[in-house]
Nanobody, 124 residues
């Protein structure tokens, strides 16, 4: 498994921005899919954004506001979150897997073998 460490969460007012970062312990050339899930209190965990060999998945509810990017040289994946809304409040988890992702319009938890501890995002 790859060790993942998230950072960048915090509290922000509605309309604000945050950038989440995720550091991977393995070289990202050995990782073929990375992304972000989130879980709000009392709700199911949901896929937010994923990236795999040029393919991207962005959840409909965050399209136009969130963007995912990968810096292979730094072993980092980022989630830029703009125009944040209170409904974006959740614990955000970085995920990774050595297999390719094809998404097909959805991110599935079972696809990912490596999970970070999570970083809290609170929008008021």
């Amino acid at each position: 498994h790859v060790q993942l460490v998230e950072s960048g969460g915090g509290s922000v007012q509605a309309g604000g921005s945050l950038r989440l970062s995720c550091a991977a312990s393995a070289y990202t050339y050995s990782i073929n899919c990375m992304g972000w899930f989130r879980q709000a209190p009392g709700k199911q965990r949901e896929g937010v954004a994923g990236i795999s060999s040029g393919r991207e998945y962005i959840r409909d509810s965050v399209k136009g506001r969130f963007a995912i990017s990968l810096d292979s040289a730094k072993n980092m994946v980022y989630l830029q979150m703009n125009s944040l809304k209170p409904e974006d409040t959740a614990m955000y988890y970085c995920v990774a897997d050595r297999r390719q992702c094809y998404f097909g319009g959805i991110m599935v938890e079972a696809q990912f073998n490596s999970w970070g501890q999570g970083t809290q995002v609170t929008v008021s």
